[in-house]
């Protein structure tokens, strides 16, 4: 089973391969930058950090993707590879993240306009029925949240197109969105494990990040971890590296047997 397999191969690459946790590392620090201000007391400079690591994550992302294909492959992975990789497809990868993310924001404006249309249906049905405008109000987030993961689950392999395939910007979301709609059931399948599994992963983040909020402890956690910034932020960097170094492993390997299976055609090779 290729969802099962992919598992197992980004395991077993993660253990060969140790130097995807630098990789992960990178990314784990990253992560943290949007929690600088709390330690350096200035939205201005975290902001900055923050946007500045919007521009440096291509770059590392596209390393990491052809070093864990490397790796899982059985070829090389040193530090020179993974900036070789990052150096020749970051400017692709920038453009995809921007398109990815613009992508993303104009469906979550097209569909909630049409979800405030519904909205604004069920108040009125509130003032008729209360329980339907309640029921009616739930299904059009309900729609919503599920048009815009559909979406998400369509266009999520583009990174990997451009790093393996070297796919143009615009034909990453193609060859994506084509392995999708020729892989849908495997591809449901893979999307709701990475996402339930990441998540379970990062639930101490979670937490981390629930106390780092203006909210007083006990109304976020039911007891007081009492831990400081300063103790948290390694603690987030930690988990983030791990968590990213494995689950993008895991990524590239299922896109690996994907693509095994869905060659791209001479002419478009």
Do not use: C, K
Not at 38 to 57: E, I, M, N, R, T
Not at 217 to 244: H, M, N
Request: hydrophobic fraction near 55%.
């Amino acid at each position: 089973m290729v969802l099962v397999s992919a598992f197992r191969d980004g395991s077993a690459a993660l253990r060969a391969n140790p130097i995807l946790l630098v990789a992960g590392l990178l990314v784990g620090a990253g992560s943290q930058l949007q929690y600088l201000d709390q330690v350096v007391d200035s939205p201005l400079v975290s902001a900055g950090a923050s946007l500045g690591w919007l521009v440096v994550f291509p770059f590392v992302l596209g390393g990491f993707i052809g070093t864990a294909r490397a790796a899982i492959e059985g070829t090389d992975t040193s530090i020179r590879q993974f900036v070789t990789t990052a150096r020749t497809h970051y400017v692709r990868l920038l453009s995809a993240t921007v398109a990815f993310l613009l992508i993303i924001l104009g469906t979550a404006i097209g569909i909630g306009t049409v979800g405030l249309v519904f909205g604004i249906g069920s108040m009125a049905l509130a003032s008729i029925h209360e329980v339907a405008g309640f029921i009616g109000g739930v299904v059009s987030v309900i729609v919503w949240l599920v048009s815009l993961l559909v979406v998400i689950m369509f266009v999520q392999f583009y990174d990997a197109a451009i790093v393996i395939e070297e796919q143009s910007v615009t034909d990453s979301f193609r060859r994506s969105i084509g392995l999708v709609r020729a892989n849908l059931t495997s591809v449901v399948g893979f999307s709701l494990m990475w996402t339930l599994l990441v998540n379970l992963f990062f639930i101490p983040e979670y937490l981390v990040q629930l106390t780092m909020t203006d909210a007083a402890p006990a109304e976020v956690l039911p007891v007081d971890l009492g831990v400081p910034v300063a103790v948290l932020l390694p603690v987030g960097i930690g988990l983030s590296a791990v968590g990213f170094a494995y689950f993008y492993t895991v990524y590239t390997a299922y896109y690996l047997r994907l693509i095994s299976d869905a060659p791209l055609p001479t002419d478009a090779a």
